[in-house]
């Protein structure tokens, strides 16, 4: 069965530093998706992505966040200037053509900002 | 706002037995309602929606769903409970005519031999 894949599982930063985290949607899919889980809390939508712009983002996704489709295959998220808050698990999700369609999510990074 | 509420921090069942884990919501229009499972080290796996049409659904590993909107419930259930079900189970919906989910705080389910 097709998957989302993420990279790196695990990531450590230094505060103040810029970080890019890397998804491979499943091929077919168009819509892809960010979110975060900061530990112990519930998981949260950060952003979505269609046709190759946001089409929605949450109030977390300010201006330190931004997302890119480089490719045909990749979709990364860009923390830019990390604060120790940023630190929590993403999961990227991808979801097919029809809104009824399952968003189905990768094993996530782990980021962890020093 | 859209919300999802799961009551229980965590469940406890004996293997056999059958299980429910409870999930609440509060949308506006028609909800689009999800259960995915989370094992350790790992991502949210899609378990089951209900979109439209029975209010019982089914889905993965001889999971199943009841929609209930008098009640703006989507219970999990399974008939007989395994061990190897013991995971995070994590309620979704989505409305509103926007695609992102709101995820409940999610549910431990601990299933003992």
């Known amino acids: 069965e097709p998957e989302v894949t993420q990279t790196p599982s695990h990531q450590v930063t230094q505060m103040g530093q810029e970080v890019i985290l890397r998804c491979v949607p499943i091929s077919n899919h168009l819509y892809f998706y960010w979110y975060r889980q900061i530990l112990g809390q519930k998981v949260e939508f950060l952003v979505s992505?269609?046709?190759?712009?946001?089409?929605?983002k949450s109030e977390i996704f300010d201006d330190q966040f931004s997302v890119e489709r480089p490719d045909g295959s990749n979709f990364t998220l860009k923390i830019r200037s990390t604060k120790l808050e940023d630190s929590a698990m993403y999961f990227c999700a991808s979801s097919g053509e029809t809104d009824n369609q399952p968003q189905h999510f990768g094993d996530g990074t782990r980021l962890s900002i020093l | 706002a859209q919300s999802v509420a799961q009551p229980e921090d965590q469940v406890n069942v004996a293997e056999g037995n059958p299980l429910t884990v409870k999930c609440t919501y509060s949308v506006s229009g028609n909800p689009y309602l999800f259960w995915y499972v989370q094992y350790p080290n790992r991502g949210l796996q899609f378990l089951l929606k209900y979109i439209t049409g029975d209010n019982l659904v089914k889905g993965s590993y001889g999971f199943e769903a009841e929609f209930n909107k008098s009640q703006t419930s989507f219970h999990l259930k399974k008939p007989s409970a395994l061990v190897s079900d013991s995971a995070l189970y994590f309620c979704?919906?989505?409305?509103?005519?926007?695609?992102?989910?709101?995820f409940g705080a999610g549910t431990r389910l601990a299933v003992h031999p």
């Open positions: 979704a919906v989505r409305a509103g005519g926007y695609n992102k989910l709101i």
């Open positions: 992505f269609y046709n190759n712009e946001i089409s929605e």
